[in-house]
């Protein structure tokens, strides 16, 4: 087991990652000092549960613990209001007061939603992320918990840290192929925003990557997870720093609000929005090598790299409004200055965001 911790002052906490670490969740939960005399409750979705809550709930109890548990049907889709209400009533119902915690079992659907019903119960109570998909290797760090609006992505949430992830590895053997490279997606951005070694390395080890190698997806995660750990740790509210951490994610959160929740998986919605801010770079002067090697990577991790036709500029354009770096009638980009360095670039033209949208559709190299 590896331990990275996040160093927030006093909302500081541990990552604890490796292999069979859900038969401790009990003795993790005391380690987190959540009170034995309040019940704990357990927020999972209908494909997670049947696979790790009767563990997870054995542990618990057999620490003492008295447990509630709230399961919601799988997807995007749940990371709604109504679910978050529907969870609520659980918390109500199950009784949990101000000692009481709850645990998010599952993928960044379930950890951002439980998230924002613990930052919001009561006016806050303890949280502990229990990440099962590659994916949450990025969602359970940070404390950026929300649920979506069906305009724009994360609109209605908070920033509430953890009191500590447990990340177990084995729990990412059951993952279908397309959950595995929609969360390789959130790993190669955390190489190509600061560590050009590290993406290189995504691309030549994809091919173990895809296929669960436990040893190359443990480096790749603890890597992740540092790098995450290590932007939050500087900039915990997103005031300047931290969005490095959006690349891909302007026309990524477009696209999965224009065609759905859930349609795009949201790996998949920004990897085409990273190989995009690619193309916006070279048409802002950079060098187009960049975006050559940021498609070829996403390529291999078996990602999209393509807008699908019937998306519309306009409709995308109008959804880029609501996103968060949105200010003042003026666009922000998180653009790629070399395979591992970005910076944050204001005032971005519309013209050329339309421009590099019509890009995305085409078939062959758009250059
Ligand atoms: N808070 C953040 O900083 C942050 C960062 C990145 C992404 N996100 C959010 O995370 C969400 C995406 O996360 P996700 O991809 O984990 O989605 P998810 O939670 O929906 O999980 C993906 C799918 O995999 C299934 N699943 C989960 N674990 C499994 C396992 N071990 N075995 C088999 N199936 C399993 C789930 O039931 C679901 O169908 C998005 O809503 C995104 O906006 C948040
Ligand atoms: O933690 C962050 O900061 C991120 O931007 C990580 C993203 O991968 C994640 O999708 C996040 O939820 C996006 O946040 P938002 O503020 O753009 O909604
Ligand atoms: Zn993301």
């Known amino acids: 087991m590896r331990t990275i911790r996040v160093e927030l002052g006093e909302r500081s906490y541990p990552i604890h990652i490796g292999s069979g670490l859900l038969k401790n969740i009990g003795a993790y939960c005391q380690e987190a000092g959540f009170a034995l005399r309040s019940p704990l409750l357990v927020v999972s979705d209908s494909t997670v549960a049947p696979l790790y809550l009767p563990q997870v709930e054995e542990a618990l109890r057999s620490q003492g613990y008295q447990v509630v548990t709230h399961i919601f049907p799988a997807g995007e889709a ?14 109500i119902q199950g009784g949990l007061d101000r000692h009481s915690a709850i645990l998010a079992l599952g993928g960044g659907v379930v950890g951002d ?4 019903v613990a930052a919001t119960y009561m006016r806050g109570i303890g949280f502990m992320q229990i990440p099962t998909t590659i994916l949450a290797h990025d969602s359970s760090v940070g404390g950026k918990v929300a649920v979506n609006h069906p305009l724009a992505k994360n609109m209605i949430g908070a920033f509430y840290q953890p009191a500590m992830v447990v990340y177990d590895l084995d729990t990412l053997l059951t993952l279908p192929p397309r959950q595995v490279s929609s969360g390789l997606a959130e790993a190669i951005k955390h ?4 560590d050009e070694v590290f993406a290189y390395w995504c691309r030549e080890h994809a091919e173990e990557l895809l296929a669960l190698d436990l040893e190359a997806l443990g480096y790749a995660l603890e890597l992740g997870c540092s790098i995450k750990a290590k932007v939050v740790g500087n900039d915990e509210r997103e005031n300047g720093l931290r969005a490095v951490l959006n690349l891909g994610h302007t026309i990524g959160h477009a696209i999965e609000a224009v065609g759905g929740y859930g349609v795009f998986l949201h790996g998949e919605a920004i990897a085409i929005g990273m190989a995009g801010s690619a193309l916006l770079a070279a048409k ?7 975006y050559e090697e940021t498609v070829s990577m996403l390529t291999a991790l078996s990602l999209p790299i393509r807008l699908p036709e019937q998306y519309s500029e306009d409709d995308l354009m109008e959804a ?3 996103d968060k770096k949105f200010k003042e009638g003026k666009m922000t980009f998180i653009i790629p200055e070399a395979i591992g360095s970005v910076s944050i670039v204001n005032d971005i033209d519309e013209q050329l965001v339309r421009e590099v949208l019509a890009q995305l559709k085409k ?5």
């Open 284 to 290: 802002l002067g950079r060098d187009r090598a960049i």
């Open 363 to 367: 078939e062959d190299n758009p250059w």
């Open 113 to 116: 939603l439980a998230g924002y």
């Open 191 to 194: 190489g190509l925003i600061t």
């Open 320 to 322: 880029m409004k609501h």
């Open 78 to 91: 749940s990371k709604s209001l109504a679910v978050y209400e529907d969870v609520m009533t659980t918390a």
